[in-house]
């Protein structure tokens, strides 16, 4: 779960969402967003699936994760200066550094690509984000965020998905398959 759990609430909200992903996978990571007050991060960590500045292995693949974002106009409860990011993210990527998958979730998209765009055409991504996938190309970045920009986008060979928010239906799909990392934007189907 990349991010914005609630919308400046705490634990009681973010439980019910990790409860709901818990129905389709049992085995999930998570990260607090923008939106998302210090106790749901506080929560994630107790529960052993914070992604923030954190990672986890999984068969051959290094997850990492960096939550919150960039500084907004909108004063959301959970923003970094880009250093600080930066700091998340190589913290998270010193433990799987050697692995040879990386799949990296920022909240924050990299900035200047599709899925940090708002409708006005303003890009407003993290450069944090952008630079250190320009240096060390993770196979996948998974990102949130943007709740208008869902789709994806490709710095180099890293391909960067925005499945958009939840409560529209979208997830995105990782597999490994033949030693690579594929991914698929996909929807929840409601009955």
């Known amino acids: 779960i990349t991010g914005d759990l609630t919308n400046r609430g705490g634990k009681e909200q973010a439980k019910k969402i990790t409860d709901y992903a818990r129905q389709y996978n049992p085995n999930i990571y998570a990260q607090a967003g923008n939106f998302d007050c210090k106790e749901v991060e506080d929560y994630l960590i107790e529960q052993k699936i914070s992604l923030h500045g954190n990672a986890f292995i999984r068969e051959d693949i290094g997850i990492f994760g960096v939550g919150g974002s960039n500084i907004t106009p909108l004063n959301t409860p959970n923003e970094y200066e880009e250093n600080k990011i930066e700091s998340f993210i ?12 990386k799949l990296f979730v920022s909240h ?3 900035f200047n690509t ?14 944090a ?5 320009e240096k060390y190309q993770p196979e996948v970045c998974l990102t949130g965020h943007i709740h208008e920009a869902k789709g994806e986008d490709y710095i180099g060979r890293t391909v960067i998905i925005n499945p958009g928010m939840l409560k529209d239906r979208g997830y995105g799909e990782i597999v490994k398959e033949k030693g690579a990392l594929k991914v698929v934007l996909k929807q929840i189907a409601w009955f």
Do not use: C, N, W
Not at 129 to 133: C, D, Q
């Open 129 to 133: 984000v952008r630079e250190f996938i």
């Open 108 to 110: 924050a998209p990299p």
């Open 114 to 127: 599709k899925v940090d765009m708002l409708t006005s055409g303003l890009h407003v991504g993290s450069t």
């Open 90 to 101: 190589l913290q998270g990527y010193q433990q799987i550094k050697d692995l040879p998958l």
